[in-house]
């Protein structure tokens, strides 16, 4: 069982930054492909980014290609999420999520194992 715990959500202007945290336990951290996934009001949970167990490779939906990016730090057993230049269509729940296989590519709500329970960013215009 692995537990993930999120924080850093917040309420920002368009143009602003915040960074998330996620710190993972329960389980060995390198062991895990680490991923963000956002779910704004009425419409579905979505892929944002994911990175390797290395934390060598890193992917990310076209909608933040550029303006956000994942990191992890292995020793902390935690993964960032760094957004920049938000936007109001950012705005979501932001969740993240973990999976006990090695994922290559952009990945789905099903590969994922574990999740935290999010949090929620607003961005205002």
């Known amino acids: 069982q692995v537990h993930l715990v999120e924080s850093g959500g917040g309420l920002v202007q368009a143009g602003g930054s915040l960074r998330l945290s996620c710190a993972a336990s329960?389980?060995?951290?390198?062991?895990?492909?680490m991923g963000w996934f956002r779910q704004a009001p009425g419409k579905e949970r979505e892929f944002v980014t994911s990175?390797?167990?290395?934390?060598?490779?890193?992917f990310f939906a076209d909608s933040v290609k550029g303006r956000f990016t994942i990191s992890r730090d292995n020793a902390k057993n935690t993964v960032y999420l760094q957004m920049n230049s938000l936007k109001p269509e950012d705005t979501a729940l932001y969740y993240c999520?973990?999976?006990?296989?090695?994922?290559?590519?952009?990945?789905?709500?099903?590969?994922?194992?574990?999740w935290g329970k999010g949090t929620l960013v607003t961005v205002s215009s």
């Open positions: 329960g389980q060995t951290f390198t062991l895990l492909t």
């Open positions: 990175i390797t167990r290395g934390g060598g490779i890193a």
């Open positions: 999520a973990s999976s006990v296989r090695s994922i290559y590519g952009l990945a789905n709500v099903d590969d994922m194992n574990y």
